[in-house]
Protein backbone atom coordinates (compact mmCIF):
# COMPACT_ATOMS: atom_id res chain seq x y z
CA UNK A 1 0.00 0.00 0.00
CA UNK A 2 2.31 3.04 1.07
CA UNK A 3 6.48 2.50 1.32
CA UNK A 4 7.06 1.42 4.52
CA UNK A 5 9.41 3.73 6.72
CA UNK A 6 11.90 1.41 7.63
CA UNK A 7 13.58 -1.74 6.06
CA UNK A 8 12.06 -4.94 7.63
CA UNK A 9 15.57 -7.01 7.78
CA UNK A 10 18.20 -4.32 9.32
CA UNK A 11 15.73 -1.27 10.08
CA UNK A 12 18.04 0.65 7.79
CA UNK A 13 15.42 4.27 6.65
CA UNK A 14 14.16 3.35 2.91
CA UNK A 15 11.14 5.35 2.41
CA UNK A 16 12.58 8.50 1.75
CA UNK A 17 14.00 7.21 -1.32
CA UNK A 18 10.66 5.74 -3.13
CA UNK A 19 9.78 9.22 -4.68
CA UNK A 20 13.42 9.61 -6.31
CA UNK A 21 13.55 4.96 -7.26
CA UNK A 22 9.60 5.71 -9.00
CA UNK A 23 10.55 9.06 -10.64
CA UNK A 24 13.33 7.53 -12.37
CA UNK A 25 12.94 3.96 -12.91
CA UNK A 26 9.57 5.19 -14.62
CA UNK A 27 12.06 7.28 -16.88
CA UNK A 28 13.61 4.40 -17.67
CA UNK A 29 16.49 4.39 -15.40
CA UNK A 30 17.80 0.84 -14.51
CA UNK A 31 16.80 -0.04 -11.15
CA UNK A 32 19.82 -1.66 -9.99
CA UNK A 33 21.74 1.34 -10.54
CA UNK A 34 19.47 4.04 -9.65
CA UNK A 35 19.71 1.93 -5.75
CA UNK A 36 23.27 2.09 -5.87
CA UNK A 37 23.58 5.78 -6.56
CA UNK A 38 20.88 6.43 -3.98
CA UNK A 39 23.38 4.24 -1.31
CA UNK A 40 21.02 1.17 -0.93
CA UNK A 41 23.43 -1.46 -0.88
CA UNK A 42 21.48 -4.47 1.18
CA UNK A 43 19.93 -6.65 -0.74
CA UNK A 44 16.99 -6.81 2.21
CA UNK A 45 16.93 -2.49 1.44
CA UNK A 46 17.05 -3.24 -1.77
CA UNK A 47 14.20 -5.29 -2.41
CA UNK A 48 12.01 -2.74 0.24
CA UNK A 49 11.67 -0.84 -3.05
CA UNK A 50 11.67 -3.64 -6.07
CA UNK A 51 9.37 -5.42 -4.91
CA UNK A 52 7.29 -2.59 -3.54
CA UNK A 53 3.25 -2.61 -5.32
CA UNK A 54 1.58 0.72 -5.26
CA UNK A 55 -2.62 -0.37 -4.14
CA UNK A 56 -3.31 3.03 -2.70
CA UNK A 57 -5.48 4.29 -5.50
CA UNK A 58 -7.34 0.74 -5.86
CA UNK A 59 -7.80 0.94 -2.07
CA UNK A 60 -8.71 4.05 -1.44
CA UNK A 61 -12.25 4.11 -2.81
CA UNK A 62 -13.28 1.29 -0.82
CA UNK A 63 -12.39 3.11 2.34
Not at 4 to 30: H, I, L, M
Amino acid sequence: MIIPVRCFTCGTVVGSYWETFAKRTSQGDNAGLVLDELGLTRYCCRRMLLSHVELIDDVLPFG
